[in-house]
């Protein structure tokens, strides 16, 4: 994520709006020592007349969902999510690409790690935000670190905790000089980026890790498979082998901070010509026109801010 250079003016805690210098949270904040959150990553896309929210509520119902499994009773509804977060965006003015995060995490009450009838605090932060990556594709490798199963901490719950594992990697990534890093599941097939789903496409057929490799649901990973029938290819989802990598025509990571983003090169093996390949630039230009408000059949999935 690159560096937010302004804080937002406002920001929503617990029910209300509030400055970004009157929210403020105790030292001892459960979530703050022990990764007890979860949360949202959002996107909302200029189009020609207004300011549109990209599948906000599946984004909404995956947080209801990774909240259950951690036993964090949401005090706000869907609805009132909703409001409040078209509510942050509008007090902020913000008029461009705008990146939102919804955060549900335990409060202050205590040490321990039992956190029965700790409070549990939501908060809504949206700050301007372009690019993930701040190139058009990107280099990656297979990270020495293995991806969390779901028998230590689920992936499909998009939780704080979890991006433990996925900044060890990418730390890693980093550090060797390349991108991004692409995590092995626990069998050793191809899970996921740290914060993205990946695709890979052979003869025209795109492969994708099934959503029992370890991966986060992404949302991205749907609309993607989405636009790639209504394009007429074939996406299978099921394992691939480390080896698979190495010998695809085309790579992309997807996910709602990244988009669609190529990738040219895997452990400094060049994927097909090293550069965009035509079935991933095919998807990310139906992407963009989704998410831009240019393809009315999915309007459906945008919400007007304004
Ligand atoms: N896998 C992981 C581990 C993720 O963190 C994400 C999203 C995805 C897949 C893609 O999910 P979706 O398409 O629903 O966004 N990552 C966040 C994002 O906003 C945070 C990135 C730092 O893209």
């Not at 991806?147 to 060890?168: M, Q, V, W």
Request: with cysteine.
């Amino acid at each position: 994520m690159s560096i937010v250079n302004n804080p937002p003016n406002y920001v929503w805690l617990n029910g209300s709006i509030k400055p970004w210098s009157e929210a403020k949270l105790p030292l001892l904040t459960h979530a703050l020592h022990y990764g007890t959150a979860v949360f949202e990553g959002i996107r909302a896309y200029p189009s020609d007349d207004n300011l549109n929210i990209f599948r906000l509520g599946d984004h909404l119902d995956r947080l209801v969902y990774s909240a259950k499994i951690y036993y964090l009773a949401l005090k706000y509804g869907p609805e009132e999510l909703t409001q409040s977060i078209i509510e942050v965006i509008r007090i902020n003015g913000f008029k461009g690409r705008t990146y939102i995060r919804p955060i549900v995490f335990v409060g202050f009450g205590g040490i321990g790690l039992d956190y029965t009838g700790f409070p549990v605090d939501v908060a809504i932060v949206a700050v301007p935000f372009e690019k993930y990556f701040h190139k058009s594709s990107v280099r990656a490798k297979v990270s020495t670190w293995r991806r969390i199963s779901n028998e230590a901490t689920p992936p499909l719950a998009k939780a704080s905790g979890n991006y433990l594992n996925s900044a060890l990697a990418k730390q890693e990534a980093v550090r060797e000089g390349y991108d991004e890093a692409i995590l092995l599941d626990h069998r050793g097939y191809v899970a996921e980026g740290t914060g993205e789903n990946i695709f890979i496409v052979k003869n025209n057929v795109v492969y994708t890790p099934p959503t029992s490799s370890s991966i986060l649901i992404g949302i991205t990973r749907d609309t993607v498979m989405t636009l790639l029938s209504d394009l007429g290819y074939k996406v299978i989802e099921r394992d691939i082998d480390r080896s698979e990598l190495y010998v695809c025509d085309e790579a992309f990571f997807c996910g709602t901070a990244a988009e669609v983003t190529p990738i040219v090169e895997i452990d400094r093996r060049c994927i097909g010509r090293g550069e965009i390949g035509s079935v991933t630039r095919q998807v990310r230009d139906a992407y963009l026109d989704v998410v831009d408000g240019r393809n009315k059949k999915y309007a459906h999935w945008l919400t007007p801010v304004y």
